[in-house]
């Protein structure tokens, strides 16, 4: 239900990944002095802004003393993030293409002042300044369906049932006085298919349509998704219950692409349940009996090659057991005993980067990784990185058929090219395509020679030999990699025990600032 509250009542979140732009933020004014409030603002129940941020700011500098608020239950931080992403996206009706720098290249090329020259001005804190409040009313849906039907899309669809999902309710949908929908088709869809008899409407006047449609599906602020948002991104980046890999009879588990495809690019992981016999000879005659599995997921990989007779260091800062949530302290039992296992000295023939660079979601993320994975095969070992090359479609991709529409919800993010961004209404997760440049500029710093860089299946497969440790490089990616963020706020806190163990390794004092191990 919307009620009219005290603005100061609501708050701006800290995070909200929205940056504001001056000019869009006139736009806002200009749609409030000549719309009103068409769509609520969203909080949750304590007054923090899921939705309506920048409509909240300009409000305050015009004057209003009220503003329309619906409130939403979201209890913990993480899913309130998750919420603010999907209100970012499934208020406005957009394709999953649509980035923010094509919507505000649309918005910048419409004639807004032609839009809304003859729309009267509407006095703030009037009851014209609240439409969504005085002058929402029930439509019949099966009639409403039936005008608009021709336009449903099943993107806008899922965005809107997501969201529906996680806030109990629909916003209501904007329509033009013949009952044309002007934003909120996929809420009008999510509705008919649900069988509902009637939805809330909120009615435009044929001068304000254009000018209103403009404002709810172009206005929309560029995501900062690099600086609110890094560290979302980053914890999400674990791997997917749904995307575990098959098990056999007798519970072993199908070898990831990664470990396999650079020997066998014709086979699949279900031809490797085990390794034995001559597969096993040729698998260890390429990539020796001694590996790390960086990013090691689930330990699946690490377990079959286990099995096999092959040495195995596993490092994985985000373990997921069940129901998709982070074990904080499994991950760091992990983390801990690779470095015992690093720290022993033992000369690994090669470390495997596999599936890991697809979810990383900075490029500044990758480098670190390619520095440690450096010094850990430094001298004489290799670098193995198998990752979605950008001719790849980008998805969130599951093993799994049956799994929610809105798990597959994705669209795309234009600070990185080839990047989308995925689960969005619970877990945010960044999917990102390289280029052959890309995989060059990441690996060919920290290696005189890049073996192999071939394209298999879509999929880049990388070999990197002659490893260069570059001590400055190796203190600031072990300083950011070991004390990567958790959702409960923490870090790993491990970056000086990791300094400590490769120092020791390699026989090498590391510059920068002290870790903080056993302080």
Not at 291 to 308: E, Y
Not at 342 to 356: K, L, P, R
Not at 420 to 438: A, C, F, M, N
Request: charged share 30%; with cysteine; aromatic share 10%.
């Amino acid at each position: 239900m919307v009620k009219l509250v005290p603005i100061g009542d609501v708050r701006a979140s800290e995070y909200n990944p929205r940056k504001n732009d001056e000019k869009r933020l006139a736009l806002t004014e200009m749609s409030l002095r000549k719309l009103g409030f068409l769509l609520p603002i969203y909080a949750d129940k304590d007054g923090e802004i899921l939705s309506g941020h920048q409509r909240h700011l300009v409000a305050e500098r015009m004057g209003f003393y009220k503003i329309p608020v619906q409130y939403v239950d979201q209890e913990d931080l993480n899913s309130r993030k998750a919420l603010n992403v999907l209100f970012n996206r499934a208020t406005n009706d957009l394709q999953k293409q649509d980035t923010c720098t094509k919507i505000k290249k649309r918005l910048y090329n419409m004639d807004i002042d032609s839009m809304c020259a003859g729309l009267p001005d509407i006095e703030p804190g009037s009851e014209a300044s609240y439409p969504c409040v005085y002058a929402c009313r029930r439509i019949d849906t099966v009639q409403l369906a039936k005008k608009n039907h021709r336009d449903f899309d099943s993107h806008m669809k899922a965005l809107a049932k997501a969201l529906e999902k996680k806030t109990g309710s629909l916003m209501p949908v904007v329509i033009g006085p013949d009952m044309d929908v002007v934003n909120g088709i996929g809420r009008l869809q999510v509705a008919a298919e649900a069988g509902k008899k009637f939805i809330q409407c909120v009615e435009v006047t044929e001068d304000q349509r254009e000018f209103a449609s403009a404002m709810l599906n172009l206005l929309s602020m560029d995501f900062s998704m690099e600086s609110e948002y890094a560290d979302v991104l980053r914890y999400n980046s674990f791997m997917r219950e749904r995307n575990t890999r098959e098990t056999d009879a007798e519970g072993n588990c199908a070898l990831g692409d990664g470990f396999f495809k650079g020997v066998f690019p014709n086979n699949n992981g279900r031809d490797f349940f085990k390794l034995e016999g001559d597969v096993l000879k040729a698998w260890t005659g390429r990539y020796g009996d001694k590996i790390v599995d960086f990013g090691a997921g689930k330990l699946n990989n690490t377990r079959t090659l286990r099995a096999a007779g092959v040495y195995v260091s596993a490092f994985e800062p985000y373990f997921v057991t069940t129901g998709d949530e982070i074990h904080k302290q499994k991950s760091l039992e992990i983390a801990e005993r690779f470095l015992e296992e690093v720290e022993s000295g033992v000369e690994y023939t090669s470390v495997f980067i596999s599936s890991v660079f697809n979810s990383e979601p900075f490029m500044e993320d990758r480098k670190k990784i390619a520095a440690i994975a450096a010094a850990l095969c430094y001298p004489k070992g290799q670098v193995v990185c198998w990752c979605q090359s950008n001719e790849a479609h980008q998805s969130t991709a599951t093993k799994k058929k049956s799994v929610q529409d809105e798990a597959r919800l994705t669209f795309d993010l234009d600070y990185e090219p080839n990047t989308i961004l995925g689960d969005i209404s619970k877990h945010p997760k960044v999917q990102k395509g390289h280029t052959r440049e890309e995989m060059t500029g990441i690996f060919a710093p920290r290696f005189r020679k890049i073996k192999r860089l071939d394209l298999i299946q879509k999929f880049w497969y990388l070999e990197a030999i002659e490893p260069i440790l570059d001590v400055d490089a190796l203190a600031d990616a072990l300083d950011f990699e070991f004390d990567l963020p958790y959702p409960d706020g923490s870090t790993m806190g491990l970056a000086g025990r990791a300094r400590e163990v490769f120092e020791k390794r390699l026989g090498v004092k590391l510059p920068g600032k002290e870790g903080s191990y056993g302080k």
